[in-house]
């Protein structure tokens, strides 16, 4: 009978939040308690952010304030503060695990609070953060945050050194130089051949021309695209009658920056 009870308590425990396992019932509530729960009492003295263990507030201030990370992975050359960081890039990155999949459509995450946040700004629609400047309504903090920065305040930290192009992200910079200045065109569309530098471009071609999806309809005519932005700006621009960009030679209006540029050519440009 005793055996029974030790062989129960070392069976493994796995997080129903994240791919955790523990060994131990006390070592997984102390987890969820500290990782997912709201008991963190660790407060970061640099931003608005605590944690649930001394350590993980610990690594924080190290990798991300202090920019110390000795933990590099040899394959990519990712460098982290911490062990336990390099494991994870490796199942997210290199093994591509996925462990939480979305019941209404084919999304699938590593974290359980990402599985969450799609849910409720994809499928329940919900957008609770808004923005002051122009009322545009976000479904995460972060993303709000990143619109204000890129749309408003206009910062952009990472300059190409070989045109003129900017980015608020490293990463969008990188893949600027390997498409335009490159021409690394890797990812092949495999009903036409052409062929795309960025996996994300190569997906929307094959829904855009081939798929001819649709899924943003307008209300008021019989206007259908892909993109929501499109659909905002036909409504803006024909139905709303919302015209904000202006000649500074004649002082005529458009809805579109791109018919702007077309009238210049046109009728001021060409006429010089």
């Known amino acids: 009978m005793e055996i029974k009870i030790i062989l129960e308590k070392l069976k493994p425990r796995k997080c129903q939040f994240c791919p955790q396992i523990f060994g131990v019932e006390s070592q997984l509530q102390m987890h969820v308690s500290t990782v997912h729960g709201k008991n963190k009492n660790f407060k970061c003295d640099f931003r608005n952010m605590s944690f649930g263990l001394n350590e993980d507030l610990n690594v924080n201030t190290e990798t991300v304030h202090l920019i110390t990370k ?12 911490s062990k336990n960081y390099i ?12 462990p939480f ?10 974290k ?18 808004q923005c002051n400047i122009c009322q545009m309504s976000f479904g995460q903090k972060d993303t709000l945050k990143k619109h204000v920065q890129t749309v408003h305040e206009n910062i952009k930290n990472f300059y190409c050194e070989l045109c003129s192009f900017s980015s608020f992200k490293h990463s969008h910079l990188k893949k600027h130089i390997e498409c335009v200045h490159e021409k690394l065109k890797q990812h092949h569309c495999n009903i036409c051949q052409k062929s795309f ?29 892909f993109h929501h932005s499109n ?10 009658k919302f015209k904000q960009h202006q000649c500074r030679i004649c002082h005529k209006c458009f809805g579109l920056e791109g018919h702007l540029k077309q ?9 010089n």
């Open 112 to 129: 359980h609070t990402v599985l969450k946040n799609h849910i409720k700004c994809v499928h329940e629609k919900l957008k609770p953060h």
């Open 197 to 225: 530098g960025q996996k994300d471009t190569l997906k929307t071609h094959v829904q855009i021309v081939h798929e001819n999806r649709r899924n943003f309809l307008c209300d008021l005519c019989s206007f259908s695209s």
């Open 101 to 110: 999949s979305c019941d209404v459509c084919n999304y699938a995450t590593f």
């Open 87 to 98: 494991h994870k890039h490796i199942q997210m990155v290199h093994e591509k695990k996925r």
């Open 70 to 81: 000795s933990h590099k992975y040899p394959i990519c050359d990712k460098s982290y503060g």
């Open 263 to 271: 009238h210049v050519q046109s009728e001021h440009e060409s006429k």
């Open 231 to 240: 659909l905002r700006r036909l409504i803006e621009c024909v139905h709303e």
